[in-house]
């Protein structure tokens, strides 16, 4: 389900602004809600970023899992998670944020980064080869991803985005 889109029909594409991450009960989670965390410069930001993402499906409710749809649900998640900033990590200069978006029934994962290159999945792809499974992995646990050039020419943003657990 790869896309030359940059943005899924009616999104308004990535969020400008500040890095951190905002903290809310479950409760109080608000359609929509964006939650950032700055791994510019960072150690271990593969480890850090499945922390950031697993704590925000904690706060959503998506942590503890109910049963099994919604823990396969969060652990695609956090294995996309995995793979948008390792593929940063590995062929641009790293990560500089993690985003994720709430809303009632779709996460976006966004990583944007320095690099001037665009991820694709190996094609032809060889399971029994080491290596280039990550946008695969991205492909198939998606609804849909696609890469967004920053305006200032400087970077991109990797954006995933999977359904909410039913």
Not at 10 to 17: F, I, N
Not at 62 to 73: H, S, T
Not at 112 to 123: E, F, K, N, Q, V
């Amino acid at each position: 389900m790869s896309t030359t889109r940059p943005y899924p029909p009616g999104d308004l594409g990535p969020e400008s602004g500040g890095a951190g991450a905002s903290a809310a009960p479950a409760a109080a989670i608000p359609a929509g809600q964006i939650r950032r965390l700055r791994l510019a410069g960072t150690r271990g930001a593969v480890a850090r970023g499945r922390d950031f993402a697993r704590q925000a499906l904690h706060d959503w409710g998506w942590l503890p899992a109910a049963g099994a749809d919604q823990r396969a649900a969060a652990e695609d998640v956090l294995l996309v998670v995995s793979e948008l900033v390792t593929n940063a990590c590995l062929h641009a200069e790293g990560p500089e944020e993690l985003r994720l978006r709430c809303t009632g029934k779709v996460l976006r994962l966004e990583v944007s980064d320095l690099g001037t290159g665009s991820p694709a999945p190996r094609s032809p792809h060889r399971p029994g080869r080491p290596g280039g499974h990550g946008m695969f992995i991205v492909q198939r646990l998606c609804l849909d991803w696609g890469v967004v050039r920053n305006p200032d020419g400087a970077g991109k943003t990797v954006w995933a985005e999977l359904a909410a657990p039913s």
